[in-house]
């Protein structure tokens, strides 16, 4: 079983429309939780972090955490194309030592 | 706030040669910094994980006489890969966390083709 797993997608969503990215993992000692987005040819930026369970919302991007389930989710409200990218999932476990990443979400905003 | 460079950002190089890329934080202090490979398509593969001082843990697979790493100051690491060969060429990524933060922040990359 992988640690953190992502559907590779790509998932496609019209312009204007909301973008929702999903995320498990299998640590359930797992702490921390972060979303990152990657361009293609580009290096990962970090866009949201989550510690707690519940929402937390920045801008047009939501993050929700549900520690009881082991899942975690990014919620893209009015995608642009400009949102067309790789959306990675990570996880924090053991002390802040290591980040587990996910493989990725590819994300298309249809115009 | 949260920058970290790198250098070069690209580089080619013949087989057999060594190349270097520095990873540095800018306006913090990384006590851990991490390397990764990425190969066109693929997801981000983990290569060490280096702490201030000490010598850097590897993954399963990587090759610690191949790939040196030396994280000599709070603000600095770099990578080494010697002997470079064609199948090494890829995109070679750090990322740098602060002391007491969950966060990691990447450095923009170093595109590596060995001829």
């Known amino acids: 079983q992988k640690e953190v797993e992502q559907n590779s997608g790509p998932l496609s969503v019209p312009e204007g429309a909301i973008a929702s990215l999903n995320c498990t993992y299998s640590?359930?000692?797992?702490?921390?939780f972060f979303w990152y987005r990657q361009y293609s040819g580009k290096s990962p930026e970090l866009i949201m972090s989550?510690?707690?369970?519940g929402d937390k919302e920045d801008g047009r991007f939501t993050a929700q955490l549900n520690k009881a389930s082991q899942y975690v989710s990014l919620l893209i409200r009015d995608s642009q194309p400009s949102d067309s990218a790789t959306y990675l999932c990570a996880v924090n476990s053991g002390g802040y030592q290591k980040v587990t990443f996910g493989t990725g979400t590819k994300l298309q905003v249809i115009p | 706030g949260a920058v970290v460079s790198q250098h070069p950002s690209r580089v080619i190089c013949k087989s057999g040669t060594s190349v270097k890329i520095e990873c540095r934080s800018l306006d913090f202090q990384a006590t851990t910094m991490f390397w990764y490979r990425q190969f066109p398509k693929q997801s981000l593969m983990l290569m060490a994980t280096s702490n201030e001082g000490s010598k850097a843990t590897y993954e399963q697979g990587v090759e610690k006489d191949k790939f040196l790493i030396n994280h000599a100051s709070l603000t600095l690491s770099t990578l080494t890969v010697t002997s470079a060969h064609p199948e090494d060429s890829s995109f070679y990524i750090c990322?740098?966390?602060?002391?007491?933060?969950?966060?990691?922040?990447f450095g923009p990359g170093t595109r590596l083709t060995v001829l």
């Open positions: 989550i510690y707690s369970n």
């Open positions: 990322s740098a966390r602060a002391v007491g933060e969950g966060e990691q922040f």
């Open positions: 640590d359930r000692g797992s702490q921390s």
